[in-house]
C-alpha cells in the first residue's frame, strides 16, 4: 500500500514537472517569436529617440516615420494573433510597448511638422514685413500670418507636452519589458538615457 502511494506521488510529480517544463518551453518559443517585432519597432523608435534622422530633411524624415508606424502597427497586428489567455502575461506587455513605439512615433511627427509649419509662416512674415509696400494687402496679410503662428504656437505647446508624456511611457515600458525579453531588442541604456535627459531639460526650459 505504502509503495503504491509513493508510485502514486511520482507520478504526479513527473506530469506536474512535466506540464511546468512544456509551459516554460511554450513561452520561450513565444519569446523567440516575438523578439524580432519588438526588435524591429525598437530599431524605428531609436532612430528618431537618437537623433538618426539629423540631416535629413523633413520631408524625408516625415516619409521615414509614416513607413516605421506602418511596419510596427502590422507588428501589432501580430502579436496579436498570437495572444490569448495563457500567454497574455507575455503578449500584454509587448503589445503595450508596440503601441508606445507607434504613439511615439506618431507624436514625433506632429510635433516636428507643427514646428516645420510655424518655421515656414515666420518666415514668410518677415519676408513681406521687411517690403517697402505698405498696402491694406500686405497688412491683412501679416494678420493672417500672426494668427497662424499663434496657432501654431499654442499647438506647439500641447504637442510638446504629448510629446514628453509618450516618450516618458515608451522608456518606462523598455525596462518593465526586460524582465521577459532580452536587453539587445529593446532600447539600448544610452537611448533611453537620451530620452531622460531630453525629458529632464524639456522641464527645466518649461519651469
Known amino acids: 500500500m505504502r509503495k503504491k502511494i509513493v508510485v502514486a506521488i511520482v507520478a504526479i510529480a513527473v506530469i506536474v514537472g512535466a506540464y511546468f517544463g512544456y509551459k516554460k518551453y511554450q513561452e ?33 524624415i516625415f516619409k521615414a ?4 508606424i506602418n511596419e510596427i502597427d ?18 500584454a506587455p509587448a503589445v503595450e510597448y508596440l503601441e508606445g513605439c507607434a504613439a511615439y512615433l506618431r507624436a514625433a511627427k506632429s510635433f516636428y511638422y507643427n514646428d516645420v509649419s510655424e518655421r515656414i509662416v515666420t518666415k514668410a512674415f518677415n519676408t513681406i514685413k521687411d517690403e517697402d509696400d505698405n498696402t491694406g494687402e500686405k497688412v491683412d496679410l501679416m494678420i493672417e500670418y500672426v494668427k497662424k503662428l499663434r496657432t501654431f504656437q499654442e499647438d506647439g505647446v500641447r504637442l510638446h507636452e504629448d510629446f514628453l508624456r509618450v516618450t516618458s511611457k515608451i522608456l518606462d515600458n523598455s525596462q518593465k519589458l526586460r524582465q521577459i525579453f532580452r536587453a539587445d531588442v529593446l532600447l539600448s541604456d544610452k537611448t533611453e538615457k537620451q530620452g531622460r535627459e531630453f525629458i529632464s531639460d524639456s522641464n527645466k526650459t518649461e519651469k
Open 28 to 60: 520561450h518559443k513565444l519569446i523567440e517569436e516575438l523578439s524580432p517585432i519588438v526588435k524591429m519597432a525598437t530599431i524605428k523608435t531609436e532612430y528618431i529617440m537618437g537623433n538618426g534622422a539629423s540631416g535629413m530633411s523633413y520631408e524625408d
Open 74 to 91: 502590422k507588428g501589432i497586428e501580430q502579436t496579436k494573433l498570437k495572444s490569448n489567455e495563457k500567454n497574455k502575461e507575455i503578449t
Open 65 to 68: 516615420i509614416d513607413k516605421s
